[in-house]
């Protein structure tokens, strides 16, 4: 399968700890994308990088939150000082643009929960 | 900023029911618009997109949806639902052209039932 995937599926930390999700987009696509979805919401937009480059981040990823795309290959979140508020799905997806397309593919998510 | 509105909430059909779930977004510009499933327990999948062109839009197993730019509206339809439909659909939507992420709606879950 070569779709996207998300390590770990699950995560259980709690308060105050630091977590990492990792993600390895559909290769050869150079954008990436980050969203949140809690229970009854669509998901919510984090963050995306084209290639390495993180393009724009939303009012919702507070300094607690990094992410990186260092070689323009997987991308890692972190959170840093969880908070029971961070429990949630976290979703990469990833798209190659490039003739006017951008249809994002969505891996199966990290579900956080925060004790 | 733009918005996605899906009305329903929770629809309950029958099999072999027809199926139109409704978005209406807002945006003054050109779109693209978006409609993805989630199965029970399994990730998010684009069911049909639209970019361009016709606005009757034909995706993966029996749906479609149809943009209609006046009602600033991409209403996804099926003629004939089966118990494996179950699932929760969202809308989505994005400028088109532009460096911006996409947009969801709430969803609507549908529950099939024999």
Known sequence: ?115 | AQSVSQHNHHVILSEAASLELGCNYSYGGTVNLFWYVQYPGQHLQLLLKYFSGDPLVKGIKGFEAEFIKSKFSFNLRKPSVQWSDTAEYFCAVKPSGGNTPLVFGKGTRLSVIA
């Open chain 1, 1 to 115: 399968d070569t779709g996207v995937s998300q390590d770990p599926r699950h995560k259980i930390t709690k308060r105050g700890q630091n977590v990492t999700f990792r993600c390895d987009p559909i290769s050869e696509h150079n954008r990436l994308y980050w969203y949140r979805q809690t229970l009854g919401q669509g998901p919510e937009f984090l963050t995306y990088f084209q290639n390495e480059a993180q393009l724009e981040k939303s009012r919702l990823l507070s300094d607690r939150f990094s992410a990186e795309r260092p070689k323009g290959s997987f991308s890692t979140l972190e959170i840093q000082r969880t908070e029971q508020g961070d429990s949630a799905m976290y979703l990469c997806a990833s798209s190659l643009i490039g003739g006017g397309a951008d249809t994002q593919y969505f891996g199966p998510g990290t579900r956080l929960t925060v004790l």
